[in-house]
């Protein structure tokens, strides 16, 4: 009779031991799909500006590409003495959709925002002011450094 008291304690143990565990790892799926949500939450709210701003259901086409300020004269020279790659896609004028100031630690989204400003407004296609190629060229550089550094952090 003792033995299978021994028994039965030792089944219990084991029996608690599974039931934390499953508790363990339930609570670390939870947590995992809260990060998930927040994440797709700031990927979701950083992409709508931009469907806006590209006319909402359009569609590709180029459609947003009359709301793009090109480069000025000084926008090339800001670029081109800039000395971190962070001051590189820094923008001159606070435009509401983009943050004024890329500071480290940033957001991918935050890095991908500047950049696209950036690269839409000194692109050679559209952009004829001297040096503005390499000025392009040059917030290229530092969108790749930035999200190789881990999204700009």
């Keep these: 009779m003792l033995a299978a008291t021994a028994c039965s304690a030792e089944q219990a143990a084991k029996q608690a031991a599974e039931l934390a565990q499953m508790a363990a790892l339930q609570r670390e799926a939870e947590q995992r799909r809260a ?4 994440g797709l939450a700031a990927l979701a709210e950083a992409v ?3 469907a806006e701003a590209a006319g909402g259901a359009g569609g590709g086409g180029g459609s947003g590409s009359a709301a793009v300020k090109l480069a ?3 926008d090339v020279a800001r670029v081109s003495r800039a000395v971190s790659d962070y001051e590189v896609l820094q923008s001159h ?15 991918a989204v935050e890095v991908r925002k500047a950049y696209r400003r950036l690269a839409a407004s000194l692109h ?3 952009c004829t002011e001297a040096g503005a190629q390499e000025a392009f060229i040059r917030v290229a550089d530092a969108y790749k450094a930035l999200l190789r550094r881990g999204g700009g952090g």
Excluded: I, M, N
């Design 35 to 38: 990060q998930l949500t927040r």
């Design 72 to 74: 000025g004269p000084e």
């Design 124 to 126: 050679p296609d559209k």
């Design 48 to 50: 709508a500006p931009e």
């Design 93 to 107: 004028t606070h435009v509401p959709p983009f943050p004024s100031q890329l500071l480290p630690g940033c957001t």
